[in-house]
């Protein structure tokens, strides 16, 4: 069964720093493309940021480009998004997801699987 | 950034009835479309990808069509476990950008 678990979520204050964990299960990591996409309290999905299965690839929105810093760990089934210089509107809550890769087209596609999310509120 | 748009914000429905819901894209997104279901507190689940494919364990009675920038999900027969919101999300060009949402409730 596939599991994603998201960690390192919390309270912090306008300018700070977080560093988000997902610890991935039931499928071979290292051979999936992984996302972060978030969610402000009532409002739509926004993804953030992709990195390949190898890091060959780093995207990020550019909401957060510049601030966030995307990373995994293969050899230890992990995803990061570090963040900061956080402000008001980052206050979400952050999804890990898997997203599959399509070698035919060379091209990311959807994110079939979804962690439970983690919350990170930025306030004074 | 391709735009997406869906429409109608809100759709009322009665249990049994079919639910149809627009996407669409400032530009071709081809088939690069997915669907999601998210209920309240709850993560987000694929329903539908190369915008017309169901996912793993997704009913016969959810289906997609649509390619370029028009897109549609029809629920043929309403459940009252799809009484949720619904999100399309388009993944041909960075960034990969959801629509802001079509809520389906009970009428």
């Known amino acids: 069964e596939v599991q994603l678990v998201e960690s390192g979520g919390g309270l912090v204050k306008p300018g700070g720093s977080l560093r988000l964990s997902c610890a991935a299960s039931?499928?071979?990591?290292?051979?999936?493309?992984m996302n972060w996409v978030r969610q402000a309290p009532g409002k739509g999905l926004e993804w953030v940021s992709s990195?390949?299965?190898?890091?060959?690839?780093?995207y990020y929105a550019d909401s957060v480009k510049g601030r966030f810093t995307i990373s995994r760990d293969n050899a230890k089934n992990s995803l990061y998004l570090q963040m900061n210089s956080l402000r008001a509107e980052d206050t979400a809550v952050y999804y890990c997801?898997?997203?599959?890769?399509?070698?035919?087209?060379?091209?990311?596609?959807?994110?079939?699987?979804w962690g439970q999310g983690t919350l990170v509120t930025v306030s004074s | 950034e391709i735009v997406m748009t869906q429409s109608p914000a809100t759709l009322s429905v009665s249990p049994g009835e079919r639910a149809t819901l627009s996407c669409r894209a400032s530009?071709?997104?081809?088939?690069?479309l997915a669907w999601y279901q998210q209920k309240p507190g709850q993560a987000p689940r694929l329903l539908i990808y190369?915008?017309?494919t169901r996912a793993t364990g997704i009913p016969a009675r959810f289906s997609g069509s649509g390619s370029g920038t028009e897109f549609t999900l029809t629920i043929s027969s309403l459940q009252s476990e799809d009484f949720a919101v619904y999100y399309c999300?388009?993944?041909?060009?960075?960034?990969?950008?959801f629509g802001q949402g079509t809520k389906v409730e009970i009428k």
């Open positions: 997801a898997r997203a599959q890769y399509y070698y035919g087209s060379g091209k990311e596609a959807e994110t079939d699987y």
């Open positions: 039931g499928f071979t990591f290292s051979s999936y493309s």
């Open positions: 990195i390949s299965s190898s890091s060959s690839y780093i």
């Open positions: 530009q071709s997104v081809s088939s690069n």
């Open positions: 190369g915008a017309s």
């Open positions: 999300q388009q993944y041909n060009n960075w960034p990969k950008t």
